[in-house]
C-alpha cells in the first residue's frame, strides 16, 4: 500500500523550531519527489515545498521562500521539513505527499491522490 505518513507536530513557542517528518511505506522512496503542504483552519491548502528524488533543487513557492529546510534520507524511507524561528501563522496541519516531478526539479502538484496522510498538527502559540 501506497503510504506516507506525517509526524513531528506539536505545541511551539513564537521563535522556536520544529522538525517534521514523512515516512514512507509500501514503495521506493527513491524514486519520488515529495511535497510539503499545509492548511489552516479557514484557509485553503497552500504549498510549502518540494524535494526531487535526488534531494537536489529543492523548490519553494515566492509565499514561502528561504523559510523551510527540505531533506531527505531515501536509506530510511523519510523526507523532513525543518523551519526555525517559527511565528504563529506557521500553525496549521501539515502533510508530505508524492508530487510531480521532471528533470530533476519538482512541483507543488500531487502526483496521486492516494499519497496523502493524515497530516501532523503544527501550532506556534504562548
Known amino acids: 500500500q501506497f503510504q506516507l505518513v506525517e509526524s513531528g507536530g506539536d505545541l511551539v513557542q513564537p521563535g522556536g523550531s520544529l522538525r517534521l517528518s514523512c515516512k514512507a511505506s509500501?514503495?521506493?522512496?527513491?524514486?519520488?519527489?515529495i511535497g510539503w503542504f499545509r492548511q489552516a483552519p479557514g484557509k485553503e491548502r497552500e504549498g510549502v515545498s518540494c524535494?526531487?528524488?535526488?534531494?537536489?533543487?529543492?523548490w519553494d513557492p515566492d509565499s514561502v521562500k528561504g523559510r523551510f529546510t527540505v531533506s531527505r534520507d531515501n536509506a530510511k524511507s523519510s523526507v523532513y521539513l525543518q523551519r526555525n524561528g517559527l511565528p504563529p501563522e506557521d500553525s496549521a496541519v501539515y502533510f508530505c505527499?508524492?508530487?510531480?516531478?521532471?528533470?530533476?526539479?519538482?512541483?507543488?502538484?500531487?502526483?496521486?491522490?492516494?499519497?496523502w496522510g493524515p497530516g501532523t498538527q503544527v501550532t506556534v502559540s504562548s
Open positions: 505527499p508524492a508530487v510531480r516531478h521532471l528533470a530533476g526539479h519538482c512541483a507543488l502538484r500531487a502526483l496521486r491522490s492516494d499519497s
Open positions: 509500501g514503495f521506493t522512496l527513491d524514486n519520488y519527489a
Open positions: 524535494i526531487p528524488s535526488s534531494g537536489q533543487n529543492q
